[in-house]
């Protein structure tokens, strides 16, 4: 049983890099069937894509964020982690990370982690 | 950017027939899929592509799609299903995209 656990700080510094890794447990990061993803949550309202890493290490990013967002992959680790650059307090959020299907035709998230929450202030 | 719209709100009554919607272009070249979140819960994929349910969902869940609409029925709304559901596809940069969110209440 796949799963999937973020672990990071909770507090980060506005005009600071947010930085959380995702340890994915149970299967191999380096299946050629997935993509790695980030979503977040901002509180009371609903999903926004982040980004998603293939196991490669090719990267996709909602382009609202691109130039702010990378993501990468250790397969060594099995982990695969997302870097916020200049958050602000809209980054504040809930932080998800899921395993999406690697289909061109399909988004479909099928494991999540718990979510991590993520504060921005100073 | 890709957008994807949903309806709010929607309630049903007990044991009966919801349908929630979700519009978008992406809709016409890519297919849906849907996840439920409870309060402090993690989404669930209860449908992808189209209308496949994931082991463990109830076949109460179901999807369909035409033209830039996809839709999830719930039929036969139990009280556990109250819940807020998203709808999620590819975009034409190949990447994913997010609706809005539906609250469903079950009365």
């Given at each position: 049983q796949v799963q999937l656990q973020?672990?990071?700080?909770?507090?980060?510094?506005?005009?600071q890099t947010l930085s959380l890794t995702c340890t994915v447990s149970g299967g191999s990061i380096t299946s050629g069937a997935y993509y790695w993803s980030w979503i977040r949550q901002h509180p009371g309202k609903g999903l926004q894509w982040i980004g998603y890493i293939y196991y490669s290490g090719s990267a996709y990013y909602n382009s609202s964020l691109k130039s702010r967002v990378a993501i990468s992959v250790d397969t060594s680790k099995n982990q695969f982690s997302l870097k916020l650059t200049s958050v602000t307090a809209a980054d504040t959020a809930l932080y998800?990370?899921?395993r999406d299907l690697a289909s061109a035709m399909v988004s479909s998230f099928d494991i999540w982690g718990q979510g991590t929450m993520v504060i921005v202030s100073s | 950017?890709?957008?994807?719209?949903q309806d709010p709100a929607v309630s049903v009554a007990l044991g009966q027939?919801?349908?929630?919607?979700?519009?978008?272009d992406t809709l016409r070249s890519f297919y849906a899929s849907w996840y439920q979140q409870k309060p402090g819960q993690a989404p669930v994929l209860v449908i992808f592509a189209k209308n496949n349910r994931p082991s463990g969902i109830p076949d109460r869940f179901s999807g369909s799609s035409s033209g830039n609409t996809a839709s999830l029925t719930i039929t036969g709304a139990q009280a556990e299903d109250e819940a807020d559901y998203y709808c999620n596809s590819r975009d034409s940069s190949g990447g994913g995209v997010f609706g809005g969110g539906t609250k469903v209440t079950v009365l």
């Open positions: 973020e672990s990071g700080p909770g507090l980060v510094k506005p005009s998800y990370c899921a | 950017s890709s957008e994807l719209t027939t919801v349908r929630i919607t979700c519009q978008g």
